[in-house]
Structure formats: C-alpha cells, structure tokens
C-alpha cells in the first residue's frame, strides 16, 4: 500500500507556453460577428425596398384611379354637352343641369371650367338665364 500512497501524492507539474494570437485567428473569431452584421444591413435593406415598393404603388394606384376618375368624369361631360345642345326640351334640362353639377366637381380642373363657361355663355339653350345670349348683338337673328 505504500506505492500506491507514493504515486498518488507526486505532484505533476505542467507548464503552458502561449504565443500572442495571429491574425487570422482573430478575423476567424470576429467572422460570426460580420455575418450578423450582414444579415442586419440586408434586413434593413430590405424593409426600405418593400417600403419604397410600397409607397410607388400606393402612388401608381392613385395616379391610375385619378385618371379614371377623369375619363369617366370628361365622358359624363361629354354627354352632357351633347344633351344640353339637343333640340329636345327635356334632354336640354338634364344636360344643362348636368354641366351645372360637372363643373362643381373636384375632377374639373381650371381650364375645363373655362371651356364648359365658354360652352355657358355661347349657348341659348345651357345659359337659360341670359335670354339674349348666343343671339347677334344688331338684331339680324330676329
């Protein structure tokens, strides 16, 4: 019993020799730090895409429905003038009043109101207020 109490009680001695890290070592240990890194630019990135994305969408869809609204609002004005001018007193009523309500609209820009004033002021028949209107000033149309 006496070896095994001799062996047991040597101390071992074991010396650490460490050389200062290299260069590649320490770009090895920062690499998972530049991938995170990456990922959060790219995430980043990404949101202002769909954002940007989404905001020219959002302004194409409105440039669109803005145009359409037009189209059928110069329609719509279009068989208004036709009805306003139409030798037909009840179809005259409806298209004078139409033009009436086209011209209040937010689709009718300044120069539309100058051309619907112009057909206005030139018609007997859509300006029924002004009795002498679209008559010639010396008489002859009497």
Known sequence: ??????????????EVVSDAPQWWEIVG?????AVLLAAVLATVTAFATLRQRASAD???LEQKRRADD??????????AIDAATSLDPIRQEAGVEALLQLS?????TEEDRLI??????????A????????RPADGAGQ
Not at 70 to 79: M, N, S
Not at 104 to 108: E, H, M, N, Q, R
Not at 127 to 134: C, K, L, S, T, V
């Open 70 to 79: 037009r189209a059928e609002w110069w329609r719509r004005t279009q068989w």
């Open 29 to 33: 240990a920062l690499a998972p730090l």
């Open 104 to 108: 209040y609209s937010d689709l009718a």
């Open 116 to 125: 619907l004033d112009a057909i206005w002021v030139s018609n007997p028949v």
């Open 58 to 60: 959002r302004a194409a």
């Open 1 to 14: 019993m006496s070896i095994h109490a001799a062996q047991v009680s040597d101390p071992v001695l074991v």
């Open 127 to 134: 300006n029924p207020e002004d009795p002498d209107a679209g």
